[in-house]
Each structure stands twice: as C-alpha cells, then as structure tokens.
C-alpha cells in the first residue's frame, strides 16, 4: 500500500499502518485518537480530503506517515536481528526525520553487510532527534564510564556537547574524528570542522526565513538576523515552540550577537512557536492573523507549493547552522572503518544535500544560493560554554521577555 496514493481512506491507512494513528492525532486530526470516530469516519474520509480540510502540505504529512511506519518497521527488524541480551547500544543515530528518513534505509542495508559479511554485530539505534519519548538528553549527564555510551553517535544539534560530556568522553580522547581529506568550501569559510579533532561534521542544519509578502504588507523584508530586533517586527515572527519550550538555535545566535537585549528583542518579535511542519500549514491558510515571518529549517521551506506570496529568506549574515556530527570510540575507529568511511562519503553526503542539509564532502551539489552564507556558534563557543544550562536559562529569559509583552507563551 503506497502512501503517495491519496485516495486511501484514513481508515485503510490506520488498519495497515496501526502506528500511523498517533501521526493523526498529534499533527491536526485529534478526534482519531477515538476508536469511534475511527470506525465511523475512517472508512469514508480520503487522506486527500483531509488534508485540504486543513490546508496541510501533502508532502510533508506524509513523510511524518513514512517515517512513523520506518520507525515501527526498525523495531521489529532490530527484535528480530539484535539478541535481547545483546548488550550496550553500538550505535546511536538522532536525527530530524527529513534526514533520518532517506538516511536510514542505506544505513540498514551496511548494517547488515558488516553482520553478515564482516561478523560485526552491531546493536543499534535510529531515532528521532525530536523524539520526546526516546529522550538520551536526559541521561547523558549522568554517563561516568566508557562502556555505557555507544561506539559510534551521529547527532544533529547540541545534545552531545554537554559540558560533562565532553570533559569525561571528549577531551579524554574517548572519541576521535574520522580522517577527512578535504571539506566542502562553503563548510570550510564556516569554521565547521573542528580543529581539535573531536566531532566530524558530515553536514549542517540550517534555518532560514520564509516571508508572506502579502501579510508583510507595507513593512521590508528583513535582511539580516538582526533586523529582526526592530520593533517594527514585534509580534510578526514564529519560531519552532512547543508549550513553554523554544528553539534553543535560535535563542543560542541572539544571545552569542546581542546578549540578553537580544533575547528581550527576539521575544518581542515572536508571536508565538509552532512545529515546522504546522508553519508550513499555516502559511497556505487563509487565516488573516498569521504572522508574516516563519524562521524554520530549509527542508520544510522548500516543502511549501504555493509561493504566489512566498519569499524563502537566506540572510546576508547566513542561515543559522547547526551540525550533523559524528563521533566514535577512537578503539573502534579500525574496526569500523567501512562504516565510518560511508558516512563521512559522498553517498551519505548526497543523501543529506537532497533533504536540504548541504554536506561537508567536497564533491556533493548542495544545491545553495550563490552567495550563501553559514552562520554558527563556533567550536569554542560551543565547548566552553555550558550548553545544557545555557539553554535551560536563555528558555527561562525568554519567556520572562515573551510574557512581559502580554502575549501567551505558544500557540
């Protein structure tokens, strides 16, 4: 059953993909979390209808199906291949599901040519970085000894740069890089290679803006990150939000340009955060009171069909960019060349380039404007800091300057 048909009903879709339910529920179709509802109005409703009843773009909801259905596959696979009593985790994969997606499937088939043809029995993981569920930040402070982290971890974003853990896995050589002849020059201009040695970024996450010139209406166009501050954009501007919880990229950058005046004008700018996926939605709504200035990454920017009044918005000063990063046990290092070898490859780095996260391999078409620029936080800035309190405080500042400007904190 292919999910690109839209004629499915919901109710064909939930009966062959039971875990498809919880990606209904939780992105727009709450009434299916009843059996009764599911009964009475799946078997008649078309995915098709759906999803013009809410104005939600096709493409993405049904990569949020896939990845669901993916992810329920890997751990019936894993039940199946992986002995229950194993042992520690091999490998650990976080990453968004635009990337895990196309990524995971090429990774399983090595997975299993390193078990079958080299006698590698590897245990692993490939999860959702935004998995709330399957949270491994909320233990990775309390990691003392080697054996309980995994021989290798490919992550997006700053949860492995804990302060704790980088002094006692990090900078004791626990983990080292992966030898990497060259590195794509637009990475390189960046700073993005760390030049201790210790994390191999094989690709980064950017977030751009996307302007409704329409709802804009009168005001330009921001132009740089900065011009966000003005007061002129107070209350035009979404951010990735859950409840009390925003985007830490984006708070981290403010902060790091502007000090705490930064975060006091970024919350004035926001009006409240939203899923990426629920910008996209919300931009192709008729709604008259959506605010014009949606920062989301590029993924989901290049997802939106309709650009009659789109803008997609690389600033001057570059798109805010965060790493894919890889680590692995320096003692595993030999014994996992050809996996290391793959992912930090041209075939890995097409894949990430194709879902929007240009790639560090030199040789990979990371399809990017002309003139684009990466603007990250700097590897002194990342090690030295203490990122896990960082973020808890810059989130707490926030909201303080966020319900200051008599605005509920999310939407």
Not at 58 to 76: D, G, H, M, S
Not at 332 to 351: F, N, S, W
Not at 384 to 408: A, S, T, W, Y
Request: with cysteine; proline share 7%; glycine share 6%.
């Amino acid at each position: 059953m292919g999910l690109g048909n839209f004629d499915l009903t919901i109710g064909q879709i939930i009966e062959a993909f039971p875990e498809t339910r919880e990606v209904f529920v939780h992105n727009g179709f709450p009434a299916f979390a009843d059996d009764t509802v599911v009964k009475q109005l799946g078997p008649v409703l078309k995915l098709k209808t759906a999803l013009k009843s809410k104005n939600m773009n096709a493409e993405v909801f049904v990569r949020l199906l896939e990845e669901k259905i993916a992810e329920t596959n890997r751990y019936r696979e894993l039940q199946a291949i992986v002995p229950g009593d194993s042992g520690q985790l091999n490998m650990l994969t976080l990453l968004p599901c635009p990337l895990k997606v196309p990524l995971q499937d090429e990774l399983k088939i090595l997975l299993e040519h390193l078990r079958y043809e080299k006698g590698l029995e590897l245990n692993y993981s490939i999860e959702v970085s935004a998995n709330k569920l399957l949270n491994y930040d909320d233990y990775i402070k309390y990691f003392e000894d080697p054996d309980e982290v995994p021989d290798v971890i490919l992550t997006t974003g700053y949860d492995f740069f804990h302060k704790k853990f980088i002094e006692r896995f990090v900078n004791t050589g626990v983990f080292t890089c992966v030898p990497v002849q060259k590195i794509h020059p637009r990475l390189t201009e960046a700073g993005i290679v760390d030049p201790e040695g210790h994390f191999t970024v094989i690709a980064v996450n950017t977030l751009v803006m996307v302007v409704d010139n329409k709802r804009l209406g009168d005001l330009p166009a921001p132009k740089n990150w900065g011009d966000l501050i003005d007061p002129i954009y107070a209350k035009k501007v979404v951010i990735r939000g859950h409840g009390d919880t925003f985007c830490d990229i984006v708070q981290m950058n403010y902060y790091k340009d502007y000090g705490l005046q930064g975060i006091a004008g970024l919350a004035k700018a926001v009006r409240y955060g939203l899923h990426p996926a629920q910008m996209v939605r919300e931009l192709a709504s008729s709604r008259a009171d959506v605010p014009p200035i949606h920062i989301m990454p590029r993924f989901f920017a290049e997802t939106i069909t309709d650009r009659r009044n789109i803008e997609i918005i690389w600033p001057a000063d570059g798109a805010l960019a965060y790493p894919v990063s890889l680590l692995i046990k320096a003692a595993k290092l030999e014994e996992l060349k050809e996996l290391a070898d793959y992912l930090t490859g041209p075939q890995a780095a097409q894949i990430c380039a194709d879902a929007f996260f240009p790639a560090a391999h030199p040789a990979t078409r990371n399809n990017l404007p002309a003139d684009a620029k990466f603007k990250w936080l700097g590897w002194d800035y990342v090690k030295e800091c203490d990122i896990e309190v960082l973020v808890e405080e810059l989130n707490r500042k926030f909201l303080q300057f966020h319900r200051e400007g008599g605005m509920p904190p999310c939407s």
